[in-house]
């Protein structure tokens, strides 16, 4: 439980450094890194960044990736026995 508060906090921040890079025009955090980030766990945090920042919501890869990606973590959580 503590991990996914973890990463989820982290794929928030990551979000908003993003675009906090984006606007000073210097080098930014990769998209691939940004989705793997929202597929360990970390999707909640990743959409909540995204739309808070208002960045990448215009993508389509974030905008249907992340609540899919939030989808397949809830599906794989309640698989997988405790």
Do not use: C, Q, Y
């Not at 989705?35 to 990448?56: C, I, P, Q, T």
Request: aromatic share 10%.
């Amino acid at each position: 439980m503590i991990a996914a508060v973890a990463i989820n906090i982290i794929s928030f921040g990551a979000m908003g450094v993003d675009k906090w890079l984006a606007k000073a025009k210097k080098r930014r955090i990769s998209e691939r890194t940004l989705l793997l980030l929202a597929a360990f766990f970390g999707g909640v945090g990743a959409f909540l960044g995204m739309n808070l920042f208002r960045h990448k919501t215009k993508h389509l890869k974030f905008k249907i990736g992340i609540p899919l990606l939030i989808l397949l973590n809830i599906v794989i959580f309640i698989a997988v026995p405790k």
